[in-house]
């Protein structure tokens, strides 16, 4: 429990608990006294707290990636590569980025004049469309929101793709199918998470919905903010 994996996937496991703790327990007190408002200030921090966890969820699996390619593709100079000082690096590095993006956007958001009308069709505060509230100009923001979003997005993306390609590679070598077999198996857990979390994006954002579109929106983010974190620790339980 002491190795690099357990050491990401605990970070991993933080982030998910506290993905899910900025606004289930809201939406349930909401369905429980049938009260569906929230103050600004309360809006605003929960805004904040969802965006820094659900890009720590994608950094973190990017880091977890290169680490399943340093364990398959260099086995012998895993100890040494992942070493406890670069695995610390590699689990800040994900926590400083997403509070940077998360207080960029808060920021940016904040400069805004709001409209009179101040509902959300939504279970909880998403920066999206809160700029929609927005009585003042809102390009800035959304250009920002598209840059950084492609980003956050693409980099730890391209990390997980390249991490797999060498995997892949590196197991079709593997003369025996036991040692192809438990090679693959080390990554199960993890391609498994990958999969469930990159699908979601896939089948919410680049898939119409014929009917009810406005509801693509709650659905995605009930799939980041319930489903997904609730998946992934039984993943990878069932694994160990």
Not at 90 to 111: D, E, K
Request: hydrophobic letters at 50%.
């Amino acid at each position: 429990f002491h190795t690099p994996m357990y050491f990401f996937l605990a970070n991993l496991s933080f982030a998910d608990i506290s993905s899910i703790s900025t606004s289930v327990p809201k939406m349930l007190v909401n369905i429980q006294t049938k009260s569906q408002s929230i103050s600004y200030e309360n809006c605003i921090t929960q805004m904040y707290f969802s965006i820094v966890f659900v890009v720590i969820d994608n950094f973190l699996l990017g880091v977890m990636a290169y680490d399943r390619f340093v364990a398959i593709c260099h086995p012998l100079n895993y100890m040494t590569i992942m070493q406890p000082r670069p695995c610390i690096l590699l689990t800040v590095f994900p926590w400083v980025l997403s509070n940077i993006v998360a207080l960029t956007h808060t920021l940016l958001l904040l400069r805004l004049c709001l409209c009179d009308s101040n509902t959300l069709s939504h279970f909880f505060c998403d920066l999206a469309l809160l700029l929609k509230l927005s009585c003042s100009d809102t390009m800035i923001n959304e250009f920002v929101l598209f840059i950084m979003g492609l980003l956050v997005i693409t980099f730890p993306f391209a990390l997980i793709l390249f991490s797999y390609i060498c995997i892949v590679r590196t197991v079709l070598r593997i003369s025996s199918t036991e040692g192809k077999w438990k090679a693959f198996s080390t990554c199960a857990s993890h391609l498994t998470v990958v999969l469930l979390f990159y699908g979601t994006i896939v089948g919410v954002y680049f898939f119409p919905s014929s009917a009810h579109p406005g509801d693509k929106d709650k659905i995605g983010a009930i799939l980041f903010t319930v489903v997904t974190p609730m998946m992934n620790p039984v993943i990878y339980t069932f694994r160990n």
